[in-house]
């Protein structure tokens, strides 16, 4: 019986029923991401730790949660002993001492993780195109982007090598190549994931969260997932619910409000379309719909684009060509060396956005631009907070369209920013939000964000399965049949 | 946003730009700029810039030894280092 597209609880219940060994479904992924390798959704694979997990899995009784599921660990967490590179040539050959929290919580758990995938250059992108070791494909069309920066993850499940995945989320780095990939990606409450152990692109945004096919799956990740960590200051030390506890309740009554400010006119109409049909879906589950006004949140992409490359510039500081990562050859004198190793360790979008944060991070400059975006930041989240007040959920295409062709957005990088004009704002806030897939345009898959408030991932989670139980976008495949 | 400016700022990052590519970075770095501009649209008075969205302080701990010294594990990964340093160029003549 193959295991593609097959989902967590279909190979939990599989294993559990000796259909099939831990063995011989590890052995059967490798056979698929070797089949697949044109994709490029892997940077570097773990075949033999994954098979020796696999055969002790076999020989011991285990009653671990995910115990045998096969996972694709983006390649922004550290894994102990096995290369992570952050999709960068200045870490083309670092191997971690230790692994990242979310990783630990993960492979104790029970997960398998079959190797580390293709990613934007320290999840700087929007479609893939900046990781040092190439495009990934999307599974859904020649040379069409998967998205970014979780690209290769998003693809690995998108093409059904694995059921579950890892990524991380800045700006909408899950959401957007869940989107363009149609699959489920959920970026969880700023806090609930320990940042510890992941390559840190903009620190107050970075969040890590699952990419699976079903909401349901994600909320089978997010369990384990969820930690409090002394070694992340700002891990949250919150209850933990059991995700998958709700998901099932009726949606019948709750309120999901639609965003005025953000224009669906200048989006295709075959995108509102899809959209459209989505809201009167959940009006048929008998959710009401409330317009809601957020009157700063056209500023996010801006505020965005500031906070991010400061924080950027100063956490990629630490790349320096010292302790870890990539040094110039025959360096000079220690400018020499710092100067070199950073020129050619880093790609052209990462420099760009280490050049803004110092821009504005510069005495003089400071006031007017990062300062200012810190103070339009709250005044988003202030946004935000009143509109919960009002409605449970907010809703709205995750992208402005369907996946688009490589190097299509020519060289203008304030048309790749624009890409995430639906995710950012939930990043600002902290918010948790996820995207699924809702409907297809010119036989490309489209997502739909629902943005919750602080700490809800859990009715997130209920209004996706609510949609999932009575849809089938997201059981269609690239290669064409229905799971 | 002029080439001087970038220089300056490539220079503080220690990022070399490279030759014949600096008008393009410049033009990219200029409208990128000029595209945040916008934030000159709200009105921030006495507003408190958030830095975090969680707003919470700091976590602090007991200030004890939990990690065991893997100092050889760190110096290993390094790209020059001794059996107790890492080595860069000579600094002081």
New interface residues.
């Given amino acids: 019986m193959s295991i593609q597209y097959k989902s967590i609880k279909n190979l939990t219940s599989m294993l559990q029923n000796k259909e099939i060994s831990h063995k011989e479904l590890i052995n059967e992924t490798f056979t698929l991401i070797e089949s697949k390798m044109d994709l490029n959704a892997f940077i570097t694979l773990n075949k033999d730790a994954a098979i020796e997990k696999a055969t002790l899995l076999d020989s011991k009784k285990n009653g671990s949660s995910l115990a045998g599921i096969p996972i694709a660990q983006k390649d922004l967490f550290c894994t102990k002993d096995l290369r992570t590179t952050c999709g960068s040539n200045m870490l083309s050959s670092?191997?971690p001492?230790y692994s990242a929290t979310v990783i630990s919580n993960l492979e104790n758990a029970g997960c398998i993780s079959v190797g580390k995938t293709n990613m934007d250059e320290f999840a700087m992108g929007s479609s893939n195109e900046t990781s040092f070791y190439g495009n990934v494909e999307n599974p859904w069309g020649k040379n069409l982007v998967p998205g970014g920066s979780s690209g290769g993850s998003a693809s690995a499940v998108s093409s059904g090598i694995v059921p579950a995945a890892t990524g991380t989320d800045t700006g909408g780095s899950i959401r957007q190549p869940a989107s363009l990939c149609g699959i489920t990606g959920l970026k969880p409450t700023?806090?609930r994931i320990s940042r510890w152990g992941m390559i840190a692109f903009a620190s107050?945004l970075d969040q890590a969260g699952p990419m699976a096919r079903t909401a349901e799956d994600c909320a089978i990740l997010l369990n384990e997932m969820c930690s409090h960590d002394?070694k992340d200051?700002?891990s949250?030390?919150e209850h933990i619910p059991d995700f998958t506890k709700d998901i099932d309740q009726p949606i019948k009554g709750m309120k999901i409000g639609i965003v005025k400010e953000f224009d669906l006119s200048k989006l295709d109409s075959e995108v509102v379309k899809v959209f459209e049909e989505s809201k009167k879906h959940y009006e048929s589950l008998g959710a009401e719909f409330i317009e809601i006004s957020l009157p700063?949140i056209s500023?996010s992409?801006?505020?965005y684009?500031?906070v991010a490359p400061a924080e950027c510039?100063s956490n990629l500081?630490r790349f320096?060509?010292?302790?870890?990562?990539?040094?110039c050859d025959d360096?000079?004198?220690?400018?020499?060396?710092?100067?070199?190793t950073?020129?050619e360790g880093?790609g052209d979008e990462v420099?760009?956005r280490?050049?803004?944060?110092?821009?504005?991070l510069?005495a003089g400059f400071y006031d007017a631009?990062y300062?200012?975006?810190?103070?339009?930041?709250?005044?988003i989240?202030n946004d935000f907070d009143e509109a919960f007040l009002k409605v449970d959920v907010l809703m709205s295409p995750t992208t402005r369209g369907p996946a688009f062709k490589a190097g299509s957005k020519g060289?203008?990088?304030?048309q790749m920013?624009l890409e995430d004009l639906f995710t950012i704002p939930a990043n600002?806030?902290?918010?948790p939000a996820l995207s699924i897939p809702n409907g297809f345009v010119d036989n490309k898959p489209i997502g739909l964000q629902l943005i919750g408030n602080f700490l809800e991932e859990s009715k997130l989670l209920q209004f996706a399965h609510n949609f999932q139980k009575t849809t089938d976008f997201h059981l269609k495949t690239p290669s064409g049949e229905n799971i | 946003?002029d080439k001087k400016?970038?220089t300056t700022?490539?220079y503080?990052?220690?990022?070399?730009l490279d030759e014949g590519n600096e008008d393009?970075?410049t033009t990219?770095?200029e409208?990128?700029?000029k595209?945040?501009?916008?934030?000159?649209?709200?009105n921030?008075d006495g507003?408190?810039?958030?830095?975090?969205?969680?707003e919470?302080k700091?976590?602090t701990?007991e200030d004890k030894v939990t990690a065991e010294n893997?100092k050889d594990?760190?110096l290993d990964?390094?790209?020059?280092s001794n059996e107790d340093y890492?080595l860069?160029?000579?600094?002081v003549e």
């Fill in positions: 670092f191997i001492p700023y806090g107050s002394n200051t700002t949250l030390n700063n500023l992409v801006p505020t684009y500031v510039s500081s320096d060509g010292v302790k870890f990562g990539k040094r360096p000079k004198n220690l400018e020499d060396l710092y100067i070199r950073r020129s880093f420099k760009r280490i050049l803004i944060g110092s821009y504005v510069s631009y300062k200012k975006a810190q103070q339009v930041r709250r005044l989240k060289s203008d990088p304030i920013y600002l806030a902290g918010l | 946003m400016t970038v700022i490539a503080l990052s220690r990022i070399a393009k970075i990219d770095l409208n990128i700029i595209f945040v501009d916008q934030l000159d649209n709200a921030v507003i408190e810039p958030l830095t975090n969205p969680l919470k700091a976590q701990r893997r594990t760190f990964r390094a790209p020059k890492f860069v160029p000579r600094v």
